[in-house]
């Protein structure tokens, strides 16, 4: 088949986080697969913009706007109309990665007029009462781009909720989990861990959803508790930067130097696994995580993660014992950090258990095999 996604936006350290990764992940499975894909977006940061995400063409445009206060949702890109306009027809179906922003959006609503089949896939970015703007862009856009999809992907029954909250329940829903790749041997990185001081990672965007500051608040905990470990907050800033920060500040006033507790800039996509399986412990408080996909890599790389239990992967680790689900206060990743690093023989035994159950629930080719059958099941 022939096949389009379009995603937002698209930048060298990932700031646009999950669902960029998620359209990478699945288009170079489809491709993997025989597909003729392609993959759409606005871009920034590049000195010069790419022609390929990994092994996928891309056609990416130059992006324009930002207002504060509204995040990635006021960019654009003028000119991916007439290059949807001029190219469309050439596919058989598009994959739109749907948020309330001026990228997917007027992209879909081109789609609908061009008559191309398109499924939306929202990754937890729709969600009632979200925004004070999100009834009027609904009203306008969103529901009626929703109604006419093909397919509406949700990630799990939570997201299927929100989606019949919003649009009804009268639309093609499918659920459809995130797929991980096949993780490259990075035994050579976890072998070369300093296991003396054992590292504590928080890898995500510093946004106040995720809560990087809780994080920050118990490792400075654990470090006057007298723990042995090295704590690292890597992520791009998006808000919740300052709130680290302070901690870090008080950190310092007290002697914990950057050897402890450290913050470092967002990586690009490609060195994000090799990160990972640096670390003894990955954790994320992310409040109502859809899904979590670095919970996801950092499994597939062998390293046990903390996370919320009101996450769309708290099950997950449940079922397969490979991490800890907390209710995501300092003290209580507290506890269960120093549960993990008191334990190391369990903790491992975690992590193998997770990178298992990873490779058999959550790999891209399997996702990509459930795509296939999607979209072939589409009357294109």
């Known amino acids: 088949m022939r096949i389009l996604h379009i995603v937002a936006l698209v930048t060298p350290d990932g700031a646009y986080g999950g669902p960029v990764r998620v359209a990478m992940n699945q288009t170079a499975a489809l491709h993997q697969r025989g597909h003729t894909v392609k993959v759409a977006a606005a871009a920034s940061g590049f000195p010069h913009r790419p022609t390929q995400l990994g092994s996928v063409p891309a056609e990416l445009f130059a992006s324009m706007g930002s207002v ?26 598009a994959h739109v990665h749907l948020g309330r922003d001026l990228v997917t959006l007027p992209a879909a609503l081109q789609l609908r ?11 937890g970015m729709i969600r009632a009462r979200s925004h004070r703007l999100a009834p009027v862009i609904d009203r306008v856009w969103t529901n009626k781009l929703l109604r006419d999809a093909a397919e509406i992907l949700c990630l799990d029954e939570r997201e299927h909720a929100d989606l019949i909250e919003i649009v009804g329940p009268d639309c093609n829903y499918e659920l459809l989990p995130n797929g991980v790749p096949p993780a490259t041997d990075y035994a050579a990185a976890r072998n070369g861990r300093n296991d003396d001081i054992p590292e504590v990672l928080f890898l995500s965007r510093l946004h106040k959803r995720k809560h990087p500051e809780v994080f920050a608040e118990a490792a400075l905990d654990m470090l006057r508790s007298g723990m042995k470990a090295r704590f690292a907050i890597v992520g791009i800033n998006q808000g919740a930067e300052t709130a680290v920060d302070r901690v870090i500040d008080v950190a310092r006033e007290e002697g914990f130097g950057e050897n402890l507790l450290v913050r470092e800039p967002g990586l690009p996509p490609e060195d994000v696994n090799e990160r990972l399986s640096r670390a003894s412990v990955y954790v994320l408080p992310a409040e109502r995580e859809p899904f979590g996909l670095t919970v996801a890599e950092a499994l597939s790389v062998g390293t046990p993660v903390v996370i919320r239990d009101d996450g769309g992967l708290a099950n997950f680790v449940r079922r397969h014992n ?14 269960a950090v120093s549960y993990l690093l008191a334990n190391p023989t369990e903790a491992e035994e975690m992590g193998q258990r997770g990178a298992a159950a990873v490779r058999a629930e959550l790999s891209s080719d399997s996702v990509a095999a459930r795509l296939e059958s999607i979209y072939q099941g589409l009357d294109v």
């Open 113 to 123: 007029r061009l008559r191309i089949p398109y499924v939306c896939q929202t990754h």
């Open 322 to 335: 490979c991490g800890l689900c907390v209710s995501g206060t300092a003290e209580s990743i507290h506890e």
């Open 68 to 93: 504060p206060g509204l995040g990635f949702a006021s960019t654009w890109a003028p000119r991916m109309r007439s290059w949807i306009n001029a190219n469309a027809s050439q596919f058989d179906i």
